[in-house]
């Protein structure tokens, strides 16, 4: 296994400040405590023959990997050495009671502003396997990312028999020529459309397929007879991927933070957002073999200017052999194989064992029916080029951020009025044939707002997600919820029948998960309990669809007891004063921000 990467920078005063945080939260927490520092500054890089600057964690691309046990508690002090404000999100950790700590932007908290820290408390409680952490402002986390290895409780072992000798992260993410931000800002700006990746990453390397990248090509050593547990981490910003390894069969056992039904696959699809568990045998004639990722299209097939670029790692085994090139996966699907994502999706079951039970709620209190669309805005920005820009919704409203305000978390704390409403519909505004392309103005035109869902403590809630067609544009949504886990109960294709379709629901191993995707011209239900008290984000995964307000978010009241109650917020929160779309340099010989 690897070592846990440490990284600490901080002074006498600051882990003095941690050891009595540490004392006081002694009696809140079961695990260990650990601690790290995250420095977040510009460096530069250089892929696929170009050089540029972009904003890392610790100057590494991907970031620093915090490896830690079940039930433990992490301190994250955040430096921002870079020129504009962003936040941090720990993705797929619940936070119990804590949404202080979740991160994202003018959600929970403002921006970490330039020259500033924050000290995150990462709460562990059930998770257990792969997740990870990432910033949740605009599109920086293209750049700022890492992984969380969560691994067995203390005195326990992995639920397969079949258990790994090492392990492995592998992190998939996006790559940009141009100033990610500059490009997204600009572009929001205009009203057109958003940049669409240059390239993907293996661990920060794109592959020997790529231009200049043939010595930089992520390898891996393997040992002939060892069993590798591979983390692999979706980080893309708009793409969804299949994966493969040549020559070798994979078992997925785990699914963002939790056990699964192990699946036996020669492939895997992943959703930006979801991180495996996956195990290979490393059984094959001593070589070398490409470890591949392709992207997955779930879009009309009409539509072709997505990143076609194949993205490769090395398996290469230490014993001697006669050199061949790298074989390549035969099993990875084509761009638009739907068929295969689908069939590698219905295969998904949680483990639901005595030793990793599930609860999935019965007696439904609370019944949503959500209809996930894109959509057209007037344009009224200074810079619009054209008269209308793409946009959208859920149930018809495109959520618009609290900028430079304060945000949703403290305006409910403190009993704000003017920075949200909690009027966010249970059901869409009007009735369709959501499969059915179209382009009438009714349908198409959207309105914003800033409009949340109230939950009582303990309300047992479904949501169906309904896909759309609107404009041609129907594609999965990977949904996520910040603060909670949730039930996949079914998901299917066409318009959700509301008498027939739960039928079909499985109450008896769903997918536990915080990303799944609704299908494509498809529905997805899924269940949970409100019994996490806070503010918690909803949102599609596509930092596209996000950025053009596929948003909302839940406020789940006290539960009348202070274990059942949100927790007080920390003595500092970063102010709102630093704006959303603005990138700020400090101007070192006048010693002000300066806002260009």
């Not at 304060?406 to 959501?434: E, M």
């Not at 949100?566 to 300066?594: A, D, H, L, W």
Request: aromatic letters at 14%.
């Amino acid at each position: 296994m690897k070592p846990q990467k440490n990284c600490l920078l901080a002074t006498p005063e600051f882990l003095g400040f941690l050891f009595l945080i540490a004392q006081f939260t002694s009696l809140l927490v079961q695990g260990d405590v650990h601690y790290y520092d995250f420095v977040v500054r510009e460096k530069e890089f250089t892929k696929l023959c170009v050089t540029k600057s972009i904003l890392v964690v610790n100057d590494s691309f991907p970031g620093p990997e915090i490896r830690v046990h079940k039930g433990d508690t992490v301190f994250v002090n955040v430096h921002n050495q870079g020129y504009y404000g962003f936040t941090i999100h720990w993705h797929g950790i619940k936070q119990p009671r804590n949404p202080w700590s979740d991160g994202p932007e003018y959600i929970t908290q403002c921006p970490i502003a330039p020259g500033t820290n924050f000290t995150y408390e990462v709460q562990l409680s059930d998770e257990e396997g792969t997740l990870w952490w990432h910033a949740h402002s605009d599109w920086t986390r293209a750049t700022v990312h890492g992984a969380i290895v969560i691994l067995p409780a203390v005195g326990t072992t992995f639920p397969f028999p079949q258990q790994p000798d090492e392990d492995e992260t592998l992190i998939i993410a996006s790559w940009y020529f141009g100033d990610i931000k500059e490009l997204v800002d600009v572009a929001m700006e205009v009203g057109g459309d958003l940049p669409h990746s240059d390239a993907y990453t293996i661990n920060g390397e794109p592959g020997d397929l790529c231009e200049c990248s043939k010595e930089t090509t992520y390898r891996r050593m393997v040992d002939y007879g060892k069993t590798y547990l591979l983390r692999i981490v979706n980080a893309n910003i708009n793409a969804e991927h299949f994966f493969a390894v040549g020559g070798h069969n994979l078992t997925v056992v785990g699914l963002d933070g939790a056990y699964i039904k192990p699946i036996n696959t020669g492939y895997i699809v992943i959703s930006p957002g979801q991180a495996m568990d996956v195990l290979l045998e490393a059984n094959q004639a001593p070589g070398q073999y490409y470890m591949a990722g392709r992207q997955y299209s779930s879009e009309d097939a009409a539509v072709v200017d997505f990143d076609h670029v194949n993205v490769t790692a090395i398996l290469a085994y230490t014993s001697n052999y006669t050199y061949k090139p790298p074989l390549y996966p035969t099993t990875l699907p084509m761009y638009l194989d739907y068929p295969a994502a689908v069939e590698f999706i219905l295969r998904i079951k949680s483990l639901a064992t005595p030793e990793y039970p599930i609860s999935v709620p019965l007696n439904v209190t609370t019944s949503m029916f959500i209809v996930v669309s894109m959509n057209e805005l007037t344009c009224k920005h200074s810079g619009c080029k054209t008269d209308m820009e793409m946009t959208s919704s859920l149930n018809n409203i495109s959520f618009a951020f609290p900028l430079n305000t304060t945000d949703v978390l403290q305006a409910y704390y403190r009993n704000i009025s003017g920075v949200y409403t909690t009027d966010f519909p249970d059901q869409p505004t009007q009735y369709y044939n959501f499969t059915d392309e179209t382009f009438e103005e009714d349908i198409l035109f959207t309105v914003q707002g800033t409009k949340v869902k109230m939950l009582d403590y303990n309300e047992t809630v479904q949501i169906v997600f309904q896909g759309t067609d609107v404009m041609k544009s129907s594609v999965n949504h990977p949904m996520h919820m910040h603060g909670y886990s949730f039930y996949v109960v079914g998901f299917g294709f066409g318009n959700y029948d509301n008498e027939t379709d739960p039928q079909g629901f499985n109450l008896v191993d769903p997918p536990q998960v915080v990303t799944f995707g609704v299908p494509k011209n498809g529905w997805l239900a899924i269940r949970f309990t409100a019994n996490n008290p806070g503010v918690w984000f909803w949102h599609c995964h596509f930092e596209r669809h996000l950025s053009w307000g596929m948003n909302t978010a839940f406020i789940v009241k006290d539960g009348g007891t202070v274990e059942t109650s949100m927790r007080q917020p920390p003595t500092y929160m970063p102010p709102c004063n630093v704006q959303f779309n603005s990138r700020i340099k400090i101007n070192s010989t006048e010693g002000v921000n300066k806002i260009i």
